[in-house]
């Protein structure tokens, strides 16, 4: 289980890592050209980070839910489920990155 565990975890902070960048680039564009449309990249780039850091504060930080995430009370069928999800949001975000970088 602790493959999926730390699968997981390095799909998390890769989104975090990408959303900061991204937001660093659509707060620069919405402060030059004022438009719609990179401020609402920008809030998208604001709400999808918070979910994610909260996702790190519960795996890691969180005084009741770190120790039960990396119990065995966990089922693995539930971190691969998670993993899924991160990755997958990571393969999203690392694409939406290209084409903005482009």
């Known amino acids: 289980m602790t493959l ?16 900061l960048a991204l937001g660093y680039v659509w707060g620069r564009n919405y402060l030059q050209f004022r438009s719609k449309h990179t ?3 920008l809030l998208f780039a604001a709400f999808l980070l918070t979910q994610n850091l909260l996702n790190l504060y519960f795996y890691l930080v969180h005084p009741d839910l770190s120790p039960w995430w990396h119990s065995s009370a966990v089922p693995p ?14 393969i999203g975000l690392a694409i939406l990155a290209w084409v903005t970088w482009d």
């Open 77 to 90: 069928i539930v971190w691969r489920a998670q993993m899924l999800l991160h990755v997958s949001q990571t």
């Open 39 to 41: 401020l609402g990249l």
């Open 4 to 19: 999926w565990v730390d699968v997981v975890r390095v799909a998390v902070f890769a989104n975090v890592a990408l959303l």
